[in-house]
């Protein structure tokens, strides 16, 4: 009963926080290190280009080296893509995204009783980059707390915290060559340790997209209206009429975000259309 009470602690933590309005970072019952539970996948293979749609989107590997550290470890590491959690990394393992072209924003935090951070405050962030990413390029990512890789990618600057941290942007030829990916087992999602990798996660990071970009415009919006009452291009309501005044031409962020909501209108018209004509790769979770 005692252990019960404990168990249900963490997921009591996260409930109130929700309630209070927090942004929860965790991977309760996710977690499981390889000390708990080894990986035992299929040994690595590169998936299939049918499996993926190499002429619009892009293709990231993970993987992590074996190491006494991580086969030890009774909770693992989490990733996030653009601020959702996809999986848990585990010693000697490695699992694919398929992601959409543009800036992916990637973090690390390692868990305490699947607990990992409220809003911006973590306990423990160990990795945080910006990987950006092309059309139809298939990248690979490399964690080891201990060793890193031998080289640095020839594309990244060395100062990149994907050249310098413990999650680092490799080359096909490094991960392949050096023997470190074929050695590892593919990341299973059960019960032990659920994930949800193995997949596309275009969709998701479309709305990150546009999420990122409609609030980076409302702010300049904001800016732009404060420039025209500096410039006396922007007229006061008067106190007998509070619906009055304005701006004494159009803005320029409102247009953008009108052509922002219209090119994503039809964009989740064409998710709904893809739907219905039975096409999963629009909608694979």
């Not at 275009?202 to 904001?222: K, S, T």
Request: aromatic share 10%.
């Amino acid at each position: 009963m005692r252990n019960a009470t404990r168990m249900a602690r963490p997921a009591a933590l996260v409930l109130a926080f929700v309630l209070s309005g927090c942004t929860i970072h965790q991977s309760i019952g996710k977690s499981t290190g390889a000390f708990l539970h080894p990986v035992s996948g299929k040994d690595f293979v590169h998936i299939s280009n049918d499996r993926w749609d190499s002429r619009n989107h892009a293709l990231l590997y993970f993987y992590r080296t074996h190491s006494r550290w991580a086969a030890d470890e009774i909770e693992s590491p989490s990733v996030y893509i653009d601020g959702q959690h996809y999986f848990n990394i585990r010693d000697d393992s490695y699992t694919w995204l398929e992601v959409e072209p543009g800036p992916r924003h990637i973090i690390m935090r390692r868990p305490l009783l699947g607990l990992e951070g409220i809003n911006d405050i973590d306990l423990s962030r160990i990795a945080d980059a910006v990987l950006d990413v092309e059309a139809g390029h298939i990248y690979y990512l490399r964690y080891n707390e201990l060793s890193p890789p031998a080289e640095v990618h020839p594309d990244l600057d060395a100062e990149d915290p994907l050249a310098t941290g413990d999650l680092q942007l490799v080359t096909r030829d490094y991960a392949m060559g050096k023997g470190e990916l074929v050695t590892t087992r593919f990341l299973n999602s059960d019960l032990l340790a659920p994930n949800h990798a193995a997949t596309s996660i275009v969709e998701a990071n479309q709305d990150a997209d546009y999420e990122r970009r409609r609030e980076a415009l409302e702010q300049a919006r904001d800016e732009e209206i404060e420039a025209m009452k500096a410039n006396g291009q922007y007229g006061e309501a008067p106190w007998y009429w509070p619906f009055g005044g304005g701006p004494t031409r159009p803005l320029e962020t409102d247009r953008q975000i009108e052509a922002l909501d219209k090119a994503y209108a039809a964009l989740e018209a064409e998710r709904e259309r893809a739907e219905e004509a039975g096409d999963s790769s629009w909608w694979p979770f």
